[in-house]
């Protein structure tokens, strides 16, 4: 599939694409553990590279969003290197370190009971045997956590944020943007898991104290200076009132965000990520109108999505994805789609109506690092258990079904899966079907676009190119 085939919409609607974390990377979360947040992994290309994919992009009337991890970088990054070198160092408070809670059995304990939050099994605390002190890591022990209380850390963000848009990108897609303030007195979370050591902590560190007080002056000292477009991703966060603070019109903050609601609908509330539940279309009709209405009643802006790459895909999620029903599923979603009022977000492979990865797929071929430590997770528990570990493999929710465009070398899907593999099992005659019905349904909203008080530059977004591997 080529993305410039979208361009000859580029006369009556802007396209944006959205291209996932490329920068200088060891890899260990998929490139979302940034080393260098000025260069570029060479298994991508290089800064040249880049620079000719923007100025192409441009002669099409097409424009480029970068990703921008800023919660936390590579323990690789030079800035961690020298924070880990020495608790005098100055760099040390780039990051957030704390001493062992206690020594139990001559053990250093973590100084809460937050968990990670891609291995719930985990904690959220990472020992340094060197400086002899605990540090963040949320996601994995490779991705240390910035400490934005720093103004030191906000003015080196805004610098990097100052490169990619003098260098021609349009904006940002935000990673966990509302992760980045913390309560400081890192209390200990709620109990909600009984049987579970580490606790969900997202009560004290999503949508933390200082959070609008950041994006301000974010907006301030960097966006507000080039015509850019962000969309923040925000889990975690339901309150009308909290999410207007971000994306009402008046704000001064992000243009808008990914609202998870939809994206959550079978999971189960208080508990972790893959606990599942059935839902009604009901709840569904619910999500989405709800949104619509707070926005156009209260002046704000909606990011409308169906999937990324940290969850399913949507025929297979929201619609009967058999062979039978495929096609006519993901052309009513795609309808649904494109008439909702807010900015498009269309995934890399969406608009082929792909499914999710088959379910030959062995645990062990999979190389999203959420679904490995699942796996890990029901293997320790259960080792004895096959309907636990029979239902375990049915958890992941099928992020690897997103790399149908990923060349064959790259390590991220199974050696044996390839391009060539797809048409019987993924396909089915979408490509011929379904991609003209979204096209369509896309030109016919640029012709009928609601009436709101945002400008069109916000209109639709390809996002992750194909020529992209994905996150997670």
């Known amino acids: ?37 000025k260069d570029v992994d060479p298994i991508y290309g290089t800064l040249a590279d880049l620079d000719d994919l923007i100025a192409e992009l441009k002669r099409r009337n097409m424009k480029l969003m970068m990703d921008l991890v800023v919660n936390h970088t590579s ?16 760099k040390r408070d780039w990051y957030i370190w704390k001493p062992p809670k206690s020594f139990g059995n001559s053990q250093p304990q973590p100084p809460n009971n937050w968990s990670s939050i891609l291995g719930d099994a985990e904690s959220a605390w990472t020992f340094d045997e060197e400086t002899g002190e ?49 309560v400081q007195s890192f209390p200990d979370a709620e ?29 301030r000292e960097v966006l507000a200076k080039y015509d850019s477009i962000t969309v923040g991703e925000m889990p975690w966060v339901r309150e009308e ?83 039978a029903f495929r096609d006519r599923g993901a052309k009513l979603l795609a309808l649904m789609h494109t008439t909702l009022n807010g900015t498009l977000y269309v995934y890399q492979g969406q608009e082929l109506g792909l499914r999710n990865a088959p379910s030959s797929w062995k645990p062990e071929e999979f190389k999203d690092i959420e679904s490995i430590n699942l796996w890990k997770k029901y293997n320790d528990r259960y080792p004895n258990n096959p309907k636990k570990l029979a239902e375990a493999r049915t958890l992941p929710p099928g992020h690897i079904s997103c790399a149908m465009f990923v060349q ?43 009436s709101t008080s945002r400008p069109e530059k916000f209109r639709t977004t390809i996002h992750d190119p194909p020529s992209a591997p994905v996150r997670r």
């Open 1 to 37: 599939m080529d993305i410039t085939q979208y361009a000859i919409t580029a006369a009556q609607i802007l396209i944006v694409a959205n291209v996932r974390s490329v920068y200088k990377s060891p890899q260990a979360d998929m490139g979302y553990d940034i080393a260098d947040y």
């Open 75 to 90: 323990d690789q990054h030079a800035w961690f290197l020298e924070s880990r070198s020495s608790s005098k160092n100055p």
């Open 134 to 182: 605990y540090f963040l890591s949320l996601f994995t022990p490779q991705q240390p956590d910035l400490n934005w209380e720093n103004p030191d850390v906000r003015a080196a963000v805004h610098d990097v944020m100052h490169f990619w848009l003098k260098k021609g990108a349009s904006g940002f897609r935000m990673d966990v943007i509302n992760v980045i303030s913390k």
């Open 191 to 219: 109990v909600v898991v009984p049987d579970q050591r580490w606790q969900p902590g997202m009560k004290y560190f999503a949508n933390g104290p200082r959070l609008h007080e950041f994006l301000k002056d974010m907006n």
């Open 241 to 323: 009132d909290e999410i207007l603070r971000v994306v009402g019109t008046n704000e001064k903050e992000l243009n808008m965000i990914f609202i998870f609601d939809i994206v959550d609908i079978d999971g189960v509330p208080g508990q972790a990520r893959f606990s599942t539940r059935d839902w009604k279309m009901p709840e569904f009709k619910e999500v989405v109108s709800h949104w619509q209405r707070v926005m156009i009643e209260r002046d704000g802006w909606n990011a409308i999505f169906l999937e990324n790459h940290d969850n399913p895909r949507s025929v297979s999620r929201y619609v009967d994805d058999s062979d």
């Open 408 to 450: 064959e070398h790259l390590p991220r899907i199974p050696s044996h899966f390839s391009i060539r593999s797809v048409p019987s099992t993924a396909f089915s005659g979408i490509p011929t079907q379904h991609v003209p019905a979204t096209q369509s349904f896309t030109l016919t909203r640029s012709g009928n676009c609601h």
